[in-house]
């Protein structure tokens, strides 16, 4: 789908994200910046001009089995809120089904990876268990119309099918996780990419993994991030 940038909308944003966020990474720290910055994503979301298009809606889940990329800082986030609002049950499911499903990811190649439903652990009921600490990725994917979810989920292996998309709700998204990213980026904190669940494992069965985090070191010692390349670097303030 073709659309035309709104260069001021974007630059705006990256601005306004950017000169917030940096101080409260500063104050607050990376985690309880980062849950402070999901709630203005989620605003920015809800303001774009085109969100009364979008198709999505509670209990539709088809983009709950794809694959979702994670920073650290969500990782840790997520954590904390799983600890904080799971019963000691629903964590046992949770962390049972994150392992599991980190387990049968490590096996296959980048390739299968990507094109693999899995059904994310925190799905229950068809809804989101951690729906105020989901990750920005799930933030960030929408579409004005169902049948290209459920195609993608119903032929996984066609990297083809591309879901009709908000422009308006997905510039104000990636400008948001942009501006984000590189306020911790500069104050030196990991911000590569993760699958969810390898991720998730990783920072429960690698000890000094949030330690590291917070001392700006890379905190999987047995996972390899990606870097994201931004899409608006040239707009950047
Ligand atoms: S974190 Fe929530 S919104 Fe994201 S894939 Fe999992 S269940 Fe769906």
């Not at 094109?115 to 229950?124: E, G, H, I, V």
């Amino acid at each position: 789908m073709e659309f035309n940038l709104d260069v001021p909308f974007i630059r705006d944003i990256l601005a306004q994200e950017c000169a917030r966020a940096r101080d409260e990474i500063r104050d607050l720290g990376a985690v309880r910046a980062l849950q402070s910055s999901q709630q203005r994503h989620d605003g920015r979301i809800a303001a774009a001009p085109d969100v009364d298009t979008l198709a999505c809606a509670a209990g539709c889940t088809w983009c709950c089995y794809f694959t979702v990329d994670v920073r650290a800082a969500e990782v840790f986030a997520i954590l904390d809120f799983v600890e904080r609002r799971f019963t000691p049950e629903e964590r046992a499911r949770v962390y049972a089904e994150v392992r599991a499903n980190s387990g049968a990811l490590k096996k296959l190649g980048d390739s299968e990876r990507v094109t693999r439903n899995l059904k994310c652990p925190f799905l229950s009921e068809g809804r989101c268990g951690i729906y105020a600490a989901r990750p920005q990725s799930c933030r960030n994917y929408h579409a004005t119309d169902v049948a290209g979810c459920q195609q993608s989920y119903d032929d996984p292996d066609d990297m083809d099918i591309d879901p009709e998309f908000a422009p308006g709700v997905y510039q104000a998204g990636v400008a948001h996780v942009e501006a984000f990213s590189t306020a911790m980026h500069d104050a030196g904190y990991d911000v590569d990419a993760y699958e969810l669940n390898c991720a998730l494992d990783a920072a429960l069965s690698e000890p000094g993994a949030r330690e590291r985090f917070e001392s700006r070191l890379k905190p999987f010692t047995e996972l390899d991030g990606e870097e994201v390349a931004a899409e608006f670097d040239d707009l950047e303030p």
